[in-house]
């Protein structure tokens, strides 16, 4: 390591005397501008983490649903994964060390992981559309360069794309080709075959609005276009020519405010969708003809995919267990709705893709969707081959079945959950089952809910247990939380801290949405009582 290099161009990338930041469960992320010793330190580390996995590695300036002020940044993993904990933690360590001290901190990581410095290294870096991100991503470089890592820019890509290109390049190529062209023609070849099967695939099946988010979706969605235009059109809005990114639009504003995004036109019954500003999240949603706004979100998505598969696995008689992971989050109607109607077991995790990610990697087929529309399925590489083989071993009915799980198995983007590929394989199920949206829609109520936020002095003194479904500290939190349960029918009611925002999240849901909003107030309350509110009490009303 030259560090006389390091230190001289680091000072170019000088961080801000006492800025801290975190690693947290979407890597970096804050103000724009607080960002650029970030990037040029993650384009180091990124050299470092190559070096000892051997192996290329992905970074990604984005921030996601954040405002398009914000951006953020991650490392992706030799097989598409998040990063491992243990290099977030050096992560934090590296973005945080004073300037004079960064060469020296940057030595011990390579030390503590036992970096062979020899060994050459290989980054990939991708970005999203924000003003930012162009100038963010080149301080990456400047990092990757110093190092003397060798580099790919693939520019402008989704959060989900990165991951593709960097599992493909550390699979030579066996999972895919690791280019754009690449990535299209195998989503849209397993999509084209899968939906091929449908006996009728009427007109009311065929197209289909898109929202978003005035982001990378967009563009990346316009790519993919012309390879699927034969059986589905997408409408494309809010697609960056005049909005701005995140602002009233995508899935976040979506699922979360619980309407139609701006510049929307809906006819009733019409399917739509919203992606979030990295294309890594979707929601459907529709107007009935009264009128009123219906959202499927994470959780209705798991469960269309989850009976689909099912019923292909039975066709095909193999004993493959299959597995739905959710969080807190999940609405009861559809935890459920999948034990009690589906038979599929179902397990929660802590909010967080990695974590759910991981619990999916258990299982045969492991079906994973929060319920804000981050999902995808993971099929072990055991399934995979034995669906292969049985593609080609069985006959009639039963290899047409093993055909189609060959094709959701290409389909869905095994290295993370991905809007574009979840909205295919979405569309094609909707089709082969001759599914309108609200019949989708009705497979299960939702149960009414409110999710509200709470500022508190430091909330980090809310410790939580049992996948953030139960309260550890401060004491007596959680006993008033039962106590307020207890009062309403059908309820629940959790309370964790967020690991994005400086707040804590509460969640609550009963029989009807008056009770669901008392009941989030009345746990409001108790966290601002207990758990060191600042500012104002929470208020009644939404
Ligand atoms: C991040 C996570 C998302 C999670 C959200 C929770 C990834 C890629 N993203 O956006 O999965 O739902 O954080 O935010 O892991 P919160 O902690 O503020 O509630
Ligand atoms: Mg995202």
Redesign the pocket.
Known sequence: MDLDAITKYSALHAKPNGLVLQYG??GFRTKAEHLDHVMFRMGLLAVLRSKQTKSTIGVMVTA?HNPEEDNGVKLVDPLGEMLAPSWEEHATCLANAEEQDMPRVLMDISVKAAVNLQQDAFVVIGRDTRPSSEKLSQSVIDGVTVLEGQFHDYGLLTTPQLHYMVYCRNTSGQYGKATIEGYCQKLSKAFTELTKQAFCSGDEYRSLKVDCANGIGALKLREMEHYISQELSVQLLNDGTKGKLNHLCGADFVKSHQKPPQGMEMKPNERCCSFDGDA?RIVYYYLDVDGHFHLIDGDKIATLISSFLKELLLEIGESLNIGVVQTAYANGSSTRYLEEVMKVPVYCTK????HLHHKAQEFDIGVYF?A?G?GTVLFSKAAEIRIKQLAKELEDKKRKAAKMLENVIDLFNQAAGDAISDMLVIEAILTLKGLTVQQWDALYMDLPNRQLKVKVADRQVISTTDAERQVVTPPGLQEAINDLVKKYKLSRAFVRP????DIV?VYAEADSQENADSLAHAVSLAVFQLAGGVGEPPQPGF
């Open positions: 469960t979407a996601s890594d909010t967080g893709v990695k929060e804000n981050h967020s690991g994005t925002e999240r």
